[in-house]
């Protein structure tokens, strides 16, 4: 089954622990990225990555690193979590030359006390 | 810079009543438009789709026509179902980032 899957699903942590949200995809896309949802914001990209080795800041980059050494995985870290990193996150993956869509993982949920 | 504007929600309707949900957009050269459903719990599905300027998607008794004159791309259903109760979001993908950029979202739900 194509899929994007992420891990974990839930997740309480506390401020400056540093943690990685996994993301896998086994559809072979080529571009990959990761947004937070929050209330009355719709979803903002934090970073994508075009292919392996590639990748680059979205909109909300700040308190957040991604890496891309295989094509199907693109991990989330936040090196030192704050409380307005609380959200729901979600990645995302397509194929580069088209069709554009994007495929949702299930997402996310970060709490940061 | 690119921008989505959804209608507020939250959106209640009757089974079988006409759904509309406006969604404005603005952004550079020739987007493409997309309207995402939420499900409680679950990540977002692609509902429809439309790449260039009068094209329809359509999806599950789903409609959006992509009008350029009127940057819109409002999405419409001749009777909703209680299934259709969801988060619905109107994003458009435009430059060479793949970026979507999304509106707020709106709740819609369908009573039996």
């Known amino acids: 089954e194509a899929q994007v899957t992420q891990n974990p699903r839930y997740l309480i942590t506390v401020t400056g622990k540093k943690l990685t949200v996994t993301c896998s995809q086994n559809?072979?896309?080529?571009?990959m990225s990761w947004y937070r949802q929050d209330p009355g914001l719709g979803l903002r990209q934090i970073y994508y990555?075009?292919?392996?080795?590639?990748?680059d800041k979205g909109d909300v980059p700040e308190g957040y690193k991604v890496s891309r050494k295989e094509k199907r995985n693109f991990p989330l870290i936040l090196e030192s979590p704050s409380p307005n990193q609380t959200s729901l996150y979600f990645c995302?993956?397509?194929?580069?030359?088209?069709?554009?869509?994007?495929?949702f993982g299930p997402g996310t949920r970060l709490t940061v006390t | 810079g690119n921008s989505v504007t959804q209608m507020e929600g939250p959106v209640t309707l009757s089974e079988e009543a006409f759904l509309t949900i406006n969604c404005t957009y603005t952004?550079?050269?020739?987007?493409?438009l997309f309207w995402y459903v939420q499900y409680p719990g679950e990540g977002l599905q692609l509902l429809l789709k439309?790449?260039?300027?009068?094209d329809k998607g359509s999806n599950k008794g789903f409609e959006a026509t992509y009008r350029k004159e009127t940057t819109s791309f409002h999405l419409e259903k001749g009777s909703v179902q209680v299934s259709d109760s969801a988060v619905y979001f109107c994003?458009?993908?435009?430059?060479?980032?793949?970026?979507?950029?999304f509106g707020s979202g709106t709740q819609l739900t369908v009573l039996p």
């Open positions: 995302a993956s397509s194929f580069w030359e088209g069709p554009y869509e994007q495929y």
């Open positions: 559809m072979n896309h080529e571009y």
């Open positions: 990555s075009m292919n392996v080795e590639v990748t």
């Open positions: 952004a550079t050269g020739y987007p493409s």
């Open positions: 439309a790449t260039k300027a009068d």
């Open positions: 994003a458009l993908l435009s430059g060479s980032a793949r970026q979507l950029t």
